[in-house]
């Protein structure tokens, strides 16, 4: 080999080397090249629009003889009780508005099951995942393609490849922590642009296993979209097994990409996320839906639909020679009805009801112990999204034996202003007057916070409220009322064991006694996000505390007043995010009776005892959950404070079985002062998910312990 051949060759060599050196490159390089990216690409589309085309198909492993009935629990798992396997076919409009805005609008579904309830059980939100982002938009998940979730996974770079003269990376990540936040899979990043071409995540839930694939667009217009979606799915439940596959294709017909300078964005977030529904036609033209299908039926997908098909026909024949079939299915209606919620509409008439056996109406506390409760509603539909609401409401303590009752009616008479007319009525907790507020204020000196004696002086308590709500601008809100109440004794004057007759005379200290007080009260939150469903308002959050305060004078013998008093109160409450998933929420109060010129009762507002709570979204904070209710009305003033941590990922992340069955994990803390009590403490632990949430808690006063207990809530 001559020299020249010799030196062309080193030089192919180097050249060689050169670019196989260019194209490997470190793991972090690689990781901080597709972070940036990511950050870029995830504020990159300002809207657009898309016709999606969904296709979902179930078929049952394993079945006992419950499952057919898991379609009593709502949103829980697609699947046809009646046979093994099922098919269910969507055509939808799509759109999209920055920041994260969605609205899909279902015109056409087909298929072996068509009911409302199948099309909601269908997986749409992964349909708006974006990858590039910190967390999915319902904040389901930790994406792994972000410095800020990074500290979550472990990445490996798994190969390197070259198609069609470009360079990709194929990059595999697995979750540091057992829990139902984290996902597990690879993705492919295309060197240059280190946008992904394809993404794959795996997550467990409570009772399903999942994995889903995503495929981004080869054009330039949709490379940073997905343009087809793969679900799968294994759901195990009392020994039934089901899995499902959905198929999703995204065909984008209008694109608008961000401008460089961002405008103040308006506080109207409305159509956060919105699927729409009502009224869908089944369509079931053959023909319709092989032209518009856009990934063909497989062979076994073709098979159940035929038999469906053949099964409508024998149906009709039964149903034309006289079989009626519809007996079994009306009572399997009503056993529904009886276990859920369920809601009728006739014309502009909308009935809800909780249902009579609803887990959901359960609930249960060491103090309380098992509480049940029944709600009724009737919605009037008027013009211009006007509405008449009527809620009714009843609850039942089974270890004090009381039952409480609450009717409201609303007049919703300005939508768009949060104008609404409402009166109440019904019976609030048992209370005792202020004149035994002495005796009660000994007993806690002399014992602490034992006075179980004092109890015997209750009032029962019936009330009626009327009160008139209006926005005065954007979280801005005036509510002017009025609070009637009628109390009557429990007590004979024998069970009075020292009293002044000089004073008042014994019988003229239990009866009735009567309370008229008009009230005004403000709440503002600034900067209010809010949205609108029709013309109606609804506030969604805001990034500022909301603070309420409130005025109420009792006047004397306007409609049989026995009281004059002042009662002053304040508020302040807010969420504060902190980093992903993790919020802190804190509860501020204080209230003061003054003025008191007669017997008075201290019912509090922002202080009393909530015998069904449903206090920052039932998370099982914002109260206290301990505290006897004797010690809501043992003072005339009151300094109340309430915090909750709430993190995905605190004591069980490393625990394997609970950590998927528990993905929040929250710290409570409560502390009531009163010139009584002094100092009054609950400390708390809490877990939960999106079908239950438990607590336990311990009280203390001042430094010494009192009492520990649990509260427990179902959700759906």
Request: net charge neutral; hydrophobic share 35%; glycine share 6%.
């Amino acid at each position: 080999m001559n020299r020249g051949k010799i030196i062309q060759t080193i030089l192919f060599l180097l050249i060689s080397l050169s670019c196989f050196a260019s194209e490997s490159l470190p793991l972090d390089t690689l990781l901080i090249r597709v972070m940036n990216a990511a950050e870029k690409y995830n504020d990159l589309v300002e809207s657009y629009s898309a016709e999606v085309y969904t296709r979902s198909y179930v078929e049952t492993k394993e079945k006992n003889f419950l499952y057919k009935y898991t379609h009593l629990i709502p949103q829980f798992v697609i699947h046809d009780p009646h046979n093994d396997n099922a098919l269910i076919e969507t055509i939808s409009n799509y759109r999209f508005d920055y920041p994260n805005n969605y609205v899909q609008d279902i015109k056409h579904v087909s298929g072996t099951i068509s009911s409302k309830k199948d099309i909601e059980s269908i997986p749409f939100k992964l349909i708006n995942i974006n990858i590039y982002g910190e967390t999915t938009n319902d904040e389901s998940f930790f994406m792994p393609l972000r410095f800020s979730t990074a500290k979550y996974y472990n990445y490996q770079l798994s190969k390197t490849f070259t198609e069609n003269n470009k360079t990709y990376y194929y990059i595999h990540y697995t979750p540091i922590y057992e829990n139902t936040k984290l996902l597990e899979g690879y993705f492919i990043i295309e060197r240059g642009t280190w946008r992904v071409i394809f993404f794959r995540g795996e997550g467990v839930d409570i009772f399903s296993d999942f994995s889903f694939e995503m495929t981004m667009g080869n054009e330039w217009i949709t490379n940073y979209l997905p343009v087809n979606l793969i679900i799968y799915q294994t759901t195990s439940y009392l020994g039934n097994k089901l899995a499902s596959r959905h198929l999703a294709n995204i065909n984008y017909n209008e694109i608008e990409l961000r401008s460089i300078t961002e405008p103040e964005r308006s506080l109207n977030i409305s159509d956060f996320y919105k699927i729409r529904l009502d009224s869908v036609p089944v369509r079931s033209d053959t023909a319709f839906w092989n032209t518009h299908r856009p990934i063909p039926l497989q062979a076994q997908e073709k098979e159940v639909l035929l038999n469906y098909l053949q099964s409508l026909k024998e149906k009709e024949s039964d149903k034309a020679n006289g079989n009626n079939l519809e007996d079994p299915k009306i009572a399997q209606q009503l056993a529904q009805r009886m276990v859920m919620n369920s809601s009728y509409k006739y014309k502009s008439v909308r009935l809800g009801y909780s249902g009579l056996f609803n887990p959901l109406m359960l609930g249960y506390s060491t103090r309380d112990g098992l509480t049940y409760r029944q709600k009724l509603s009737f919605n009037i539909d008027l013009s211009h999204n006007r509405t008449v609401k009527i809620d009714a409401f009843a609850g039942y303590m089974f270890r004090r034996k009381e039952f409480f009752t609450d009717l409201t009616t609303t007049w919703n008479y300005n939508p768009f202003r949060l104008g609404s007319a409402s009166i109440s009525l019904g019976n609030g907790n048992p209370t005792y007057s202020s004149l035994f507020v002495d005796q009660i204020q000994d007993s806690l000196k002399n014992k602490g916070l034992s006075f179980e004696d004092i109890s015997l002086f209750y009032y029962k308590d019936y009330y009626i409220k009327l009160f008139n709500t209006m926005e005065l601008t954007n979280g801005l809100l005036l509510q002017t009322g009025i609070d009637y109440h009628i109390r009557k004794s429990k007590n004979t004057p024998t069970l009075l064991r020292s009293t002044n007759s000089a004073i008042e005379p014994i019988e003229d200290m239990f009866g009735t006694k009567r309370s008229f007080a008009p009230f005004v009260r403000v709440s503002w939150t600034p900067r209010q996000y809010y949205r609108y469903e029709g013309r109606q308002k609804i506030y969604v959050r805001s990034s500022f505390p909301t603070f309420k305060a409130e005025l109420s004078r009792s006047f004397k013998d306007i409609l049989g007043s026995t009281s004059i008093f002042n009662r002053v109160e304040f508020d302040i409450s807010q969420n504060i995010p902190i980093g992903l998933m993790h919020s802190f929420q804190y509860h501020l109060g204080a209230g003061r009776f003054i003025n008191q010129k007669t017997e008075y009762f201290a019912d509090f507002v922002y202080f009393a005892k909530n015998n069904f709570p449903e206090n920052w979204n039932d998370g099982l904070g914002g109260v206290f959950n301990l505290l006897s209710r004797d010690l809501y009305n043992a003072s005339d003033s009151y300094i109340q404070a309430h915090f909750m941590y709430e993190t995905p990922f605190l004591i069980l992340k490393n625990i394997p079985f609970v950590s998927d069955f528990a993905d929040k994990e929250r710290i409570y803390i409560s502390q009531l002062y009163t010139p009584q009590i002094i100092s009054y403490t609950e400390l708390g632990y809490g877990i939960g998910n999106r079908y239950f949430n438990a607590g336990i808690f311990g009280s203390f006063h001042k430094t010494d312990f009192r009492h520990i207990g649990v509260r427990a809530a179902f959700e759906f």
